[in-house]
Nanobody
Framework: QVQLEESGGGLVQAGGSLRLSCAAS????????IGWYRQAQGKQRELVAQ???????TYANSVKGRATISRDNAKNTVYLQMNTLKPEDTAVYYC?????????WGQGTQVTVSS
């Protein structure tokens, strides 16, 4: 089993930046992939970015060039750096771990971008 704890959300003005953190309770070397998802009010949850244990990354088209996903193996933490934030980035951001053929979710962190 994996526990995930997100942090770093908050209120930011359009054009600003945030760094979200996802701390895992197990070594992230053991997790096949960790992804950041978001869910805006009234919308479906969508993938924002993902990083595999091998370091391969995937980004949603809506954040390409503005987001960077990275990992700190020593801290068992995955980060999502978001720059040039837009009001449409407003959502609850969730961390997901693909671990031993199961998906695990964190509790989410709210990101609100004001125009």
């Amino acid at each position: 089993q994996v526990q995930l704890e997100e942090s770093g959300g908050g209120l930011v003005q359009a054009g600003g930046s945030l760094r979200l953190s996802c701390a895992a309770s197990v070594s992230i070397f053991r997790i096949y992939a960790i992804g950041w998802y978001r869910q805006a009010q009234g919308k479906q949850r969508e993938l924002v970015a993902q990083i595999t244990s091998g370091g391969a990354t995937t980004y949603a088209n809506s954040v390409k060039g503005r987001a960077t996903i990275s990992r700190d193996n020593a801290k068992n933490t995955v980060y999502l750096q978001m720059n040039t934030l837009k009001p449409e980035d407003t959502a609850v951001y969730y961390c997901n771990a693909d671990y031993q053929l199961r998906g695990y979710w964190g509790q989410g962190t709210q990101v609100t971008v004001s125009s």
